[in-house]
DNA sequence: CTGCTCTTA
């Protein structure tokens, strides 16, 4: 709990503002806003300055005294480096500012202005509800719509009524600042200029005359960013970085190597003359050392060509030119497949707007777009919130856990899909996060503490009963980052014998776990930091996100050792299933392969695909899976697998695979399983009524063809059964005297018709069937109740002595008790 | 035969 917040009172000292900044000008009306109103919206493009500013003006406006003003960022780096930058700005005064993101808490008693990641400020409302720490909180880039800020501004709009001393500044780029207003009860909203110089915008879509290429090929639009460029270069525009947007990495790499042939053999001929210039790709998966290529200065022209990390993420410095393919990559959730789709798709006009943009920070920029003006007016204005396109489930689970109540009342600003919200439950209850009543389990308590995807969690406490929490924290962890395997374009092969080092036959989660251990060994060597570093390279693996694994992995130790009692951390150290003398690699983990893998499966049910032909398997509700050709189980899976992630691009791919048993679907799946039954007919060896069992889970046959006792499962349909096949036609085996009594009537009455030729004196089946029917107690329906039955007829204080009321004519029973034959084995009997 | 990008107790 936070301590009583220290007033650090000081000598009010001038805070500078840069007279550049257009914000400055609007200093006074910011001030007097943020006095006047408690929520307040300011709008701000590119270079207004209101990242860095109005955390300073906040101060002026005696905001931070006895709480802090907190700052939110939509990544750590920009967290970070905007702290940095408002600390040197403060001068003598920037002990104030501070910050804290994921893994690094960089504030102290003196902090007053403190910068973060949004995802901090929304785990800190687990510890601080009504966050106390705070009397006032800036949303910053809250037209980014990302899920932490739908949620974040949620959470506010509830709290400002309980906390009228807070203040929430929300500011964003000039778009859609009327819907943040309306949803804050029409808050008032100060609009800034941007510092950016105009940007040319030209429209170069594809010729629609131009013939199609070989049926089912895209539209080409590679050939045409390539055109593109090159016109741009052999223009009379001048010199001046170039960044080109590509929505896949695929797409880049065709570009860059088109773009790299192009300059050589026709650069001379469409007039360019400039020396050949450098051709950078850029996107996310890169390791750090070829992202940082961007930004050294080389001497000639630089043409980048990235996804959108260039969008948002990383702003490359120097770009006078853009071509944009108006693409990219968008992920939506699947709610009836549950699945993941990752389609290229045409991005909204905000997006196309922002890409330009790129090109107007040093100097007048031209943006080709290779698409048409009526194209982009035709699209839409603001990209789909991403909480309206994603699973639910972290959020509805944090939502229970803090109180927050149903999530379809709670005031997000687009709410999301009431299917979307049951889903979300739906796995929730899948997991055993969630009881009947939607009430947090004590699984469930567990899960939500921890910084986890709840199916994540749900491993780990799977793995915590099974004694094998060493290796599945690991592979939590590592499902919790990136892939940290590198794969560049033009030494694929190479990094694939290197990955194959750690590879494992069986599982690509046994994957993680090898290299976990390769790299563990060499940390616990005490190498150096550049020793590793060396190591990473020569493997080809990302030193950044081997470093957020053990981050990641120390957390999850931290959060277990803290959620159970002081105690609990040395059984949780200890409960590794690794065989300590086996020492080989792809056999350390042989004998507890079945432990691990159950674990894991206990998050992935939703995941599981049957073998239909090689690496196309049957997925749950009716869905293909393909392997993805990345997996170490290409090419080798066996019958049953599992997948961590199921992603569809091209096609649906199971992601990170191993083999399982089928038989360990139907303990762990329990109430999930559908159960049908055929085929139900008396056995007389064991006395029962039998059917077949089909287990199935998500549509997936998991059991086939099992024979059950029929009568506990359908006991009024079993019953008819036992009548008919046991008692009418004489199968029941055993011996009951008053089954043989009847029995001989039936065959004394056939021989007096046979004497008589008449047919009319022996009852049919059907008589018989409905004389049982009505004599029968409903309960019985198998040989053993049938004894149990006629073993009550021997207590005194029964009325009615069941024998005599099963014979088929009046006062067939011979006194009590005597329904049950003497002799035949193991039966009851009456003394 | 190959998947955009962020973020956390």
Known sequence: MRHEPIAIRHEPREINYPEVLPITAEKERIIAAI?????LIIAGDTGSGKSTQIPKMCLEANRGEKRLIGCTQPRRLAATSVAARVREELGELGHLVGYKIRFSNQTGPATRIKF?????????TQQDQSLRAYDTIIIDEAHERSLNIDFLLGILKK???KRPDLKVIITSATIDTEKFSRAFDLAPVITVSGRTYPV???????DDTREEGAAGQDAGYVEQAVEAVLELCG???GGGDMLVFMPTERDIRDTVELLGKRFRHDGPRLGIKEREPEILPLFGRLSGTDQNRIFRKSGVRKIVVSTNVAETSITVPGIRYVVDTGLARISSYNVRAGTTKLPVTAISRASCDQRAGRCGRVGPGICVRLYSEEDYLGRPEYTLPEIVRSNLAEVILFMIALRLGNPKKFPFIDPPAPRAVQDGYNLLAELGAIDPERRLTERGRIMAALPLDPRISRMIICARENGCLREVVIIAAALSIQDPRIRPADNARQADTAHARFRSERSDFLSYLHLWDLYDDLVHQKKSASALGRFCKSNFLSYQRLREWRDIHEQI?????????????HFFLRSSCLAELETEPDKRYDSCYDRIHQSILSGNLRNIGLK???NVYQGGQGKELMIFPGSGQFNRAGQWIMAAELVETSRLYARTVAGIRVEWLEPLAGPLCRRSYSAPHWEKRSGQVVALEKVTLFGLVIVAGRRVNFGPLKPAEARQIFIQAALVEGECGGHFAFLDKNRQLITDLADLEDRLRRRDILVDEMLIHEFYDTRLPAEVHDRAGLIRLLKSGCNPMQRADPAAQLCLYPGGGEGRGDGLDSGGSGRPRCR
Do not use: P
Request: no cysteine; net charge neutral; glycine share 10%.
């Open 35 to 39: 006095r006047d109103h408690q929520v």
């Open 116 to 124: 973060m990641t949004d995802g901090i400020l929304l785990a800190e």
């Open 159 to 161: 709290l400002l009524k």
């Open 200 to 206: 040319e915008i030209r429209y170069r879509a594809a």
């Open 235 to 237: 223009g009379a525009e």
């Open 557 to 569: 130790w931290a959060q277990l050792a803290t959620s159970g009692n002081g105690r609990e951390h």
């Open 612 to 614: 239909k032909e090689k």
